[in-house]
């Protein structure tokens, strides 16, 4: 698949390298010439050239990232991967919460896209192929389209997870929630190797 990367923070980093050890074409977006000599070009071609899109920007510029991307985004599977963290008043918080989610809010800024998120409750370092005591992390989704996320759960089941579907893009609500606790539980610990994983009967 050929898979374009919003974003070349660490998270747009370790997935277009784990996408490469799967044989998947990626190529980030952003607007440096340069990302550790990974495949780059501008957010519109990468876009454009893609076959499925993840967006992994910093959460506060993902609504505008997207908005100017419309019309490439138009019939897209979008991975949403981020977090709308607040560190406005000292510790992290959250600047959308329990009434609308920054999910919410990229799908509203581009209806016509597929929107699906995922990898916003796992550190970057485990985002492909999870090595973790007890077996493969679960990985929590959420998004309107079943056609996207059934794409989306296959990636991530042939990338080494286990997959949840919580509803519609909704949900996301309850996943950004949820980022907090692996936020909170890292900060205490000192550690960011943790994952959920849900126990559920087969
Ligand atoms: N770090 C993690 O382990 C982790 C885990 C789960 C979820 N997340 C979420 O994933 C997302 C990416 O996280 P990250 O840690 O890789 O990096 P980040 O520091 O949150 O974001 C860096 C990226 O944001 C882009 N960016 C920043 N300001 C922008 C603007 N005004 N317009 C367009 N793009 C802008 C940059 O794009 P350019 O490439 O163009 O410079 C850069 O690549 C975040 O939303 C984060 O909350 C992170």
């Keep these: 698949m050929r898979i ?8 747009g980093q370790a997935l277009s390298r784990g996408y490469a050890r799967h044989g998947h074409e990626a190529r ?3 607007r440096k010439s340069d990302v550790e000599g990974l495949p780059v ?3 519109t071609e990468v876009v454009a050239d893609a076959d499925l899109v993840v967006l992994a ?6 609504v505008e990232l997207v908005s100017g991307l419309a019309g490439e985004l138009d019939g897209k599977v979008v991975v949403d991967t981020t977090n709308p963290l ?3 008043s000292g510790g992290p918080g959250l600047f959308v919460g329990t009434t609308d989610s920054l999910g919410e809010q990229v799908q509203r800024a581009v209806p016509g896209a597929r929107v699906v998120k995922a990898y916003n409750t796992v550190g970057n370092a485990h985002m492909v192929d999870p090595q973790l005591p007890g077996g493969p992390p679960t990985m929590f989704i959420a998004g309107d389209d079943d056609a996207a996320k059934a794409t989306v759960t296959e990636l991530l089941r042939a ?3 286990d997959v949840a579907d919580l509803g519609g893009i909704q949900a996301s609500r309850w996943l950004e929630a949820m980022c907090m606790a692996w936020v909170v539980y890292g900060a205490k610990n000192g550690t960011w190797d943790h994952a959920f994983r849900l126990l559920r009967p087969e």
Excluded: H, Q, R, Y
């Design 28 to 30: 980030i977006g952003t």
């Design 159 to 161: 990338t080494g997870w």
């Design 41 to 43: 070009g501008s957010p």
């Design 86 to 88: 607040d560190f406005s």
């Design 57 to 62: 920007v910093k959460g506060e510029a993902a």
């Design 4 to 11: 374009g990367i919003l974003g070349s923070g660490v998270v």
